[in-house]
């Protein structure tokens, strides 16, 4: 059996696994299997201009069973009882490229596997859904944010590529904010909400002018650093300042589009089990806390798509040449496998989609919900999303 | 792998006419473990002797099938000037991101797999003469912040559950009856106890003895190197520590004073190539653990997990590497769960090995699972049980201790 073939396979095992979960958790109308007859209606694409879209992915992959398999579903609260009745869940998501968390989130932008070196300090080659949707839609810097980690993810929101210049988003790594030039904490008693990096214990060096200023961001989102410093105190982790970033930059400029990077997650990689089902725990109340900004905002209620999206998996317990959870290197069948969560206008409630897809299927769907191509994009954009 | 890699050993040297035979991508892989034949567990060298005889043409049609698919790899020419015959480490570090970076690591994976499958699985002449025994002991200060847990879930459906074991002396009798193990099959690296804490008294001779606080002072070694690279501009980011610790030596995180150099090297392996054993006792256990099934095959094991640390920003561990955050009793009850799971499945992995037994058992609340060939599977016995009558049952030693009774929480 070729190795797509056996990917194939137990991708689709666990498509299946997922499936059946879901129908035995919320009963026959989730269980609603959408097939290609059976398309949602596209009258959201009437009206591309009022269209809004929030990303978020998960910077350090989860696997199905801490997550949507019968044992994992004690971790997943918000996402089961609160966001899938109101979505769509795609059981089968497939990344076919490199399993490192900058390069595979980098390749969810874009729409192209992209082969750069995870660990250096570059900007994505081709073109990012920002780019093709600033361009094509001639919107400002700021009408599409990030918000990242800071582990190498400054060069995320504008490629290098020459047709794009000047065209990428606004990259807010919230760490930063907090942070000395050198990285270490300029607040005390703040250290625990820089941590960003799981996978080495150093981080590669980051060249410096390619991110808006700190001193910058935090004037344009009308934040006094003191007042910042006083209110990280009150959150346990970089994931929870990230989604506290995402609120205002959602309150001030009311983005068309918004990419959250989570990386809480990735704390899996210290092999401390226990950190990285808390990691998933604080994603999930993340994601809801998410959609009920969305839904509690004017600006994005009713007109705004919410994609929920791992970047990948993680290695099995059975595979010999990995250690379970803790990484994600053998490039197995489950490391490979992940899932979406999809909300909004347009898509069709308590569904789930069996057919694969693939990570890079995102960008260009991103690009249609918004009203754009991404014309050099690889993946294809998910019907199911109403496109 | 990392100790000695630079130092060419006579097998080397034997075997090169071989590797120069074979793609490159192989023989590099072949050359860093011939490379380090010197440091490696009896059991692991016969393993490598025995690929190096398969390799030997004539080969079988499976082990052919096999080669050729490393021969189908387009290594990168730039990876090809590299010399795999003195630094074959250092070579497959860069052969394993071009193989990702160019789309190649499944073709990898496919053709490392065939080559497992290309050797007998069942090796009569490495058939263990004793029967393999792994126990796992759950520290009674691991507990949950609420009622008693049930434990052992993922493994319940592998063997008998028996919600009620005491023991009288707990880790002092599974210490003793691993020593009285070891003492009637005295074979060198056969017999292991591994603890996330630390061993209050002495060894067996014949016992293999890691434990976590054990390597202290050669853990706050390796954290302060971290600090040191992470601070010097010339350190090349993650990828750059990462190949210096390639040619990391037991002596450069002071494990010198380690008279085995088999153990010096194994000590040095763990703590650098495991990701987080140098800060988390539960993870320094799971992966040791893994590492000592994977490499020395032991006949008997105790590993103890204990509390480990709260979770504290790399920033300050590397910082401040003499300073232990306090523990966290509730995460490393989680982790050591996990761990004992994970502690199963590397059991079972040994190859050849169906006749092995399977003990975990949390010594605070008296949960224990035991799974073996004539245990019945997806039980559960609800008797009061003594630990020492469930070991007994295996093997029945002479073993002398008197203990009071301890009552189950």
Redesign the interface.
Known sequence: MS??TQ?SRISAERSYDRREFLRGLSGAALATTVSSVMMPQKLWALNPDRRKTVVVTFGGGARDQETFAL?GQENIPFMLKELLPQGAFFTQVVN?????HYVATASLATGV?E???N??DVAPPNPTVFEYFRKARRRPTTDAWVIAPSNGFNRIGQSSHALYSGQGASVVLPKRLLAHAD???AFTGL??L??D?????????VALGTEIGTQQIASMLKLSMTDFAAHATTLSSPDELSLFIARRVMRQFSPSLLWVTLHDID?A???????Y??GIRRSDKICAELWNAIQSDPEYKDRTNLLIIPDFGRDS??D??G?????HR???ALSRTTWMVALGPGIRQNTVVDRPIESIDLAPSVAALLGCDAPMALGRPIRELGL | MIAFVQKQPSLALQELPLLRSLPIALAALMMQQVARAEVMFPSEKRELETTLAFLTPPRSAAMERAVQGFAALKVPAQIRQLNWESDAAGFVEKLTAALWSTGQIDAFREAAKLLILAQPSDKPENATKTQRVVIVVLDKRLESAGTAPVLFRRLRAHGTFFPMVHSGCGMEYLRSWVAARASADPEPYAHWEISGDAFQETTHAQVVSLSFYGLQAARRHLLTLFNTARNSAITGGPEGLRRSMLYLKPEDIGLAAQDDPVLRSFATDVLINGSGTQLYSTTFVQWTVREALRRAQPRTLLACFAPRSQFASMDARLSHPDVEPPPDNSGSLVDAEMGSYLTYINLRRISGDTDALFLVWHEGYGQALLIGRDVPVGSQDTSRKRLEDLLADVWNGSIELSCEEEALT
């Open positions: 190795q797509t990917w044992e076919r490229g490199i399993l490192g596997y082969r750069f070196n660990f250096a990285g270490s904490a250290e625990h820089l941590n990096n799981y996978e080495s214990p150093i981080q590669a060096p704390v990689h210290t092999g401390a089990f226990s950190l089902v808390d317990d059975t010999a040449g250690n379970g959870f803790q990484h053998t490039g197995d």
